[in-house]
């Protein structure tokens, strides 16, 4: 056994690399939905479609609510290790 392994346990770094990737694009394609809901409820709003528009909100303000979720738990994780 060398130093390099005793030193590093490969196991958590794989867990590591993954479970971040995992997250990284996961927050970002939430993010990407709330965009789109707002986008979409805007062009709704204008062309006078106010069912679609309140759909489009609420579907914005679940994935911003989703995003924050994922903030705070992630500085929670932080700043508990």
Known sequence: MSLATAIVDGH???EL???SLLAGV??????AVAVVGIT???E???ASR????ALYALLAAVALGACG???VTGISIMATK
């Open 12 to 14: 958590a770094l794989l």
């Open 17 to 19: 690399v993954y479970v």
């Open 26 to 31: 996961g927050v970002c394609v939430v993010y």
């Open 40 to 42: 979409r409820a805007q």
């Open 44 to 46: 709704a709003r204008r």
């Open 50 to 53: 106010h069912r679609s528009a």
């Open 69 to 71: 979720w994922a903030i």
